[in-house]
Each structure stands twice: as C-alpha cells, then as structure tokens.
C-alpha cells in the first residue's frame, strides 16, 4: 500500500502482537525450565526468556496506541446507508464513538436513513422521516 494507509496496518495490531509474544516467552520459558529438570545450562536460559516474557506482557498491557486515531477520521465516519429486514419491528443500528469527539449515529433500519446526535445515546428516538418510535426506554 502506498501512503498512510500501509503504516496503519502495521501499527493497528502492535499491542496484541507484543502481549502474544510475552505469553510465548512465559510458556516457552516454564517448559524448559520444567523439562529440563537441574541442567543449568537450560536453566540459564529458561530464566531470561520467562523474565523477558514477563516484561513484554506488561508492556503490551499498559501499551496505548488511541494516539494513533485522527479525529477527523473519527468525524468523518459513517455507516452504510442500508435498509434492515423487517423481523416483526422496525430494526435500527445505533454507533456510539468511544472517544473524543463522542457522536452517536442513529440508522432507521425502515428508511435507511442516518441520523446524528452528539454526545451518548439518547432515551428515545423517533425516525423524523418515518414517523417510528424505534425505541423508548424507560427512565430508572
């Protein structure tokens, strides 16, 4: 790929990658020192690996990669125009962005149309085209 679009792919799968590698460290590590019985030469091997493996999985967990995410593109998004089969009611899709900038996109499965609300997802919404209650939810 040319552009950004090829460093992206590489960066999207680095925490996971580097917490994998610690648990195979770890494991790979107990094996030998576990099969190995006294020898010290595995020993001095088996030692490191586990440590390493020890270190890389605390890594990979406090990693963070949402720095990484441009908000335009996040502003930007939006999902597929597409009417939904009706399955007794009136289905709906609801996308909520867990960070900044927090919008919520509401699609009328009915009509296909898209709607947008900023900030988390509302109690009720009637679709303005359709004039469907698509859900209501009761106050606790």
């Not at 494991?27 to 020890?54: H, Q, R």
């Not at 963070?64 to 999902?79: G, H, T, V, Y």
């Not at 927090?102 to 898209?114: A, D, E, V, Y």
Request: overall charge negative; hydrophobic content about 40%.
């Amino acid at each position: 790929m040319e552009g950004d679009g090829g460093d992206y792919l590489q960066q999207r799968h680095v925490k996971i990658n580097i917490i994998i590698s610690g648990w195979v460290c770890i494991i790979l590590g107990s094996v030998l020192l576990f099969s190995s019985g006294e020898s010290s030469l595995v020993l001095s091997f088996a030692a490191p690996i586990s440590v390493l493996g020890l270190i890389l999985l605390i890594l990979g967990l406090m990693y963070k990669d949402e720095a990484s995410i441009d908000p335009q593109e996040i502003l930007s998004w939006e999902p597929d125009k597409t009417e939904m089969p009706d399955s007794g009611r009136v289905m709906y899709r609801v996308d909520t962005t867990l960070i900044e900038p927090i919008r919520t996109s509401i699609l009328c499965g009915k009509c296909g149309n898209i709607y947008w609300n900023e900030g988390i997802k509302p109690k009720s919404f009637d679709c303005p085209d359709c004039l469907i209650t698509l859900w209501h939810e009761e106050e606790e």
